[in-house]
Structure formats: C-alpha cells, structure tokens
Nanobody, 129 residues
Framework: QEHLEESGGGSVQSGGSLRLSCSAS????????MAWFRQTPGEEREGVAS???????NYADSVKGRFTISLDNAKNTVYLQMNSLKPEDTAVYYC???????????????????????WGQGTQVTVSS
C-alpha cells in the first residue's frame, strides 16, 4: 500500500526555519515526481516546490530564495528546508508524489494538484509575527 508520511511541522517565529520531511513507502514503481503543497482554510491547495528523479527543482515565486526542496533517493524521502519564514507561510503542508510525469509537466513544472495521485495527510506549519 502506497503511503506518504510527513513530519517536521510546528510553530516558529517570523524569520525562523523549519525542515519538513516526507517518507514514501509501499511504491513498487520508481517515483519520478515529488512535491510540497500548502493550503490555508478556504483557499485552494497551492504548489510550493517540486523535484523530479533527475533532481530538477521548481519553486513557487513566493518561496524562491527561502525554501529548498531536496530528495534522498536511497531513503525515498523528500525534504523541504524553509528559511526566513513569514506569517503568510502559515498553512498545512502536504507531500505529493507520482510515478510518472504529467503530460503538462513542461509547462506546469509539477506545481499543480492534478499532477499527483498520491498525497500525505499534511503537517501544520505556523509562523507567528
């Protein structure tokens, strides 16, 4: 049974850092695309960062220069290092993965919800001012 388990969320003051981890298990095929999304109440889930099996990364403009996504293929784990956190980064963060690239990946860069079939349960990140 495919499973994504997030960890590392919590509360931090503005300007602080957090590192999220997402461990993938139960997949019989290689994961080619993994990403982090976030969602606040009443809002749509938005793509934060993605990474593919070749190590290519993509970021939402709002987090460029502050967040870094990385992948440990041996551990099947994706990380999101979040620095210089702002109150507007407060959200539930979700890990997403898929065994294939979406047909639109060249244009959408792995930052759309519809590009993923597997999701974690989410972890809360709260940034106070």
């Amino acid at each position: 049974q495919e499973h994504l388990e997030e960890s590392g969320g919590g509360s931090v003051q503005s300007g602080g850092s957090l590192r999220l981890s997402c461990s993938a298990s139960g997949f019989t095929d290689r994961l080619h695309l993994m990403a982090w999304f976030r969602q606040t109440p009443g809002e749509e889930r938005e793509g934060v960062a993605s990474i593919d099996s070749a190590g290519t990364t993509n970021y939402a403009d709002s987090v460029k220069g502050r967040f870094t996504i990385s992948l440990d293929n041996a551990k099947n784990t994706v990380y999101l290092q979040m620095n210089s956190l702002k109150p507007e980064d407060t959200a539930v963060y979700y890990c997403a993965a898929d065994i294939a690239y979406s047909a639109s990946y060249y244009y959408t860069r792995g930052l759309l919800v519809r590009e993923y079939n597997y999701w974690g349960q989410g972890t809360q990140v709260t940034v106070s001012s």
